[in-house]
Nanobody
Framework: QVQLVESGGGLVQPGGSLRLSCAASLSNFRLYTMNWYRQAPGKQREWVADILSGGSANYAHFVRGRFTISRDNAKNTVYLQMNSLQPEDTAVYYC?????????WGRGTQVTVSS
């Protein structure tokens, strides 16, 4: 059974940084594209970034240049380094993997950007 556990969220001031982690219990983790999504209050969940098995990454336009996704295949973990955080980045951040059979989600970690 696939399990994804996010951590690293919290309260940060505008302009600050956080690093999120997602630990995955997933066989052959290194073979899968891993995603980060977020959902702000009253809004739909939106894709933030992904990292492919080979390590290349893609970003939503609203985080490009501020966020960096990375992975450690030895630890079955994907990270999201978030810099220059703004109040509009406030959301619950979710880790996701799409397998042939279905999509799996973690429970999320809350990120609040406020002074």
């Amino acid at each position: 059974q696939v399990q994804l556990v996010e951590s690293g969220g919290g309260l940060v001031q505008p302009g600050g940084s956080l690093r999120l982690s997602c630990a995955a219990s997933l066989s052959n983790f290194r073979l899968y594209t891993m995603n980060w999504y977020r959902q702000a209050p009253g809004k739909q969940r939106e894709w933030v970034a992904d990292i492919l098995s080979g390590g290349s990454a893609n970003y939503a336009h609203f985080v490009r240049g501020r966020f960096t996704i990375s992975r450690d295949n030895a630890k079955n973990t994907v990270y999201l380094q978030m810099n220059s955080l703004q109040p509009e980045d406030t959301a619950v951040y979710y880790c996701n993997v799409q397998l042939v059979s279905s999509a799996y989600w973690g429970r999320g970690t809350q990120v609040t950007v406020s002074s």
